[in-house]
């Protein structure tokens, strides 16, 4: 039931193409992201008919919200957060899994997750979610390309 927005511009003789979705919630719902994603790729078109798939786009970038978290448990995700072992935390992403195992995102690439989890924060501060839901920190919003000759990720 989730859907994508998207805008596409050509500059001289390259086609940049922008596509932001938000993607199921809650960490279990891994195999729904997968689904939602895979119905974005074939079923999005441009205003000029063009899908995600073709070879039109010189450059493109997928994201937003993609609501992939880590699979740890939150005590453990915390711990390591406060220790700076952002690597660990890596292993268990459920996006780069997701990456690796061809499920979804394998066309795209994403920078080095070099910075803390993103999600969730109680409102106006850097602590993470102190609720009662006690949600796990994650990096649920994301940025991802494709991978274009003579384009280098400078920074993420």
């Known amino acids: 039931n989730k859907g994508a927005v998207g805008v596409s511009a050509i500059i001289g003789r390259t086609r940049l193409s922008f596509l932001t979705c938000h993607l199921a ?8 992201r997968n689904i939602d994603y895979a119905n974005i790729m074939s079923r999005f078109r441009f205003e000029d008919g063009s899908g995600l798939e073709d070879e039109q786009h010189s450059l493109l970038w997928f994201f937003g919200d993609l609501n992939y978290r880590i699979d740890l448990p939150n005590e453990q995700v915390r711990a390591l957060i406060e220790e700076g072992r952002l690597s660990l935390l890596v ?3 459920q996006l780069r899994k997701q ?8 066309c795209f690439l994403e920078g080095p997750l070099r910075f803390m989890p993103t999600y969730k924060f109680d409102n106006g501060t850097s ?3 102190t609720s009662p839901k006690m949600r796990v920190p994650s990096w649920t919003d994301r940025i991802t390309f494709k991978p274009s ?3 280098q990720l400078m920074h993420y």
Not at 25 to 32: Q, T
Not at 99 to 106: E, I, L, S, V, Y
């Open 25 to 32: 919630a809650h960490a279990k719902n891994v195999e729904r």
């Open 127 to 129: 602590t993470y979610d």
């Open 91 to 93: 292993c268990h992403d």
């Open 149 to 151: 000759d003579g384009i």
């Open 99 to 106: 990456r690796r195992q061809g499920k979804a995102f394998n």
